[in-house]
């Protein structure tokens, strides 16, 4: 794109990336594990919004799953939130180059 132009589209850019912003606020996104033992929800603002843990898996022998399941529900919710941002900014600024 030519620099002018990109230039020209400053005040449009803007608005588009605040119009972006106001639409993260409103997406979450639940990462299971454990075959759903687990459930982790984040924002668009990737903060952990909810933790479940099914009280199955309290007992103390099992701590150490438990934390790697709830570490791989997290993660699974930060794919999903970046996977969802990608769509937006997309859908925002479609002549823009993303690579995902």
Do not use: C, W
């Amino acid at each position: 794109m030519n620099p002018y132009e990109m230039l020209k589209n400053l005040p449009g850019l803007s608005q588009k990336a605040h119009e972006m912003t106001e639409k993260m606020k409103t997406i979450t996104a639940t990462g299971t594990s454990g075959a759903g033992l687990i459930k982790v929800t984040m924002n668009g603002g990737f903060e952990v919004t909810s933790v479940s843990i099914d009280p199955a898996i309290f007992k103390p022998e099992q701590a150490q799953t438990v934390e790697v399941l709830l570490a791989s529900a997290i993660n699974s919710a930060v794919a999903e939130l970046k996977a969802k941002a990608e769509e937006v900014a997309r859908s925002n600024f479609p002549s823009m180059p993303f690579q995902g």
